[in-house]
């Protein structure tokens, strides 16, 4: 009987578990890489710099790209940052991993006119 119980209560907590990662799961957004095309280029890799910068400036990365640009290398992953409604946008260059740009976007930067 008690070997019963305690078996019910790991299958209880196991469904527990499970039920919380499907929860988080299902708030995480798919996250697409424009540029995909320039990946065979870069020396670091998606995760690499994704960590990079999350440490120039923490928080939830909403929008990304590999780019061809002027500055550093010429290839960067460019990356959309928000943390407490305030967005960073941080540029992390493709073959050496050096934080390129780090500015706080503003309402001007979101509308489009590049």
């Not at 527990?16 to 670091?44: F, W």
């Amino acid at each position: 009987m008690i070997i019963q119980k305690e078996s019910t209560v790991k299958k209880g907590i196991s469904l527990a578990i499970l039920a919380l990662s499907t929860a988080t799961a299902a708030h995480a957004r798919p996250m697409v890489l424009d540029g995909l095309e320039y990946l065979p280029e870069a020396k670091i890799s998606v995760a690499q710099a994704q960590s990079i910068a999350k440490k120039a400036f923490p928080g939830v990365i909403v929008e990304q790209a590999l780019e061809k640009k002027p500055g550093g290398s010429g290839l960067r992953y460019s990356f959309d940052v928000e943390s407490h409604h305030i967005t960073h946008e941080i540029a992390i260059d493709a073959k050496t991993g050096a934080v390129l740009q780090n500015v706080r976007e503003t309402a001007s930067d979101d509308d489009g006119g590049e």
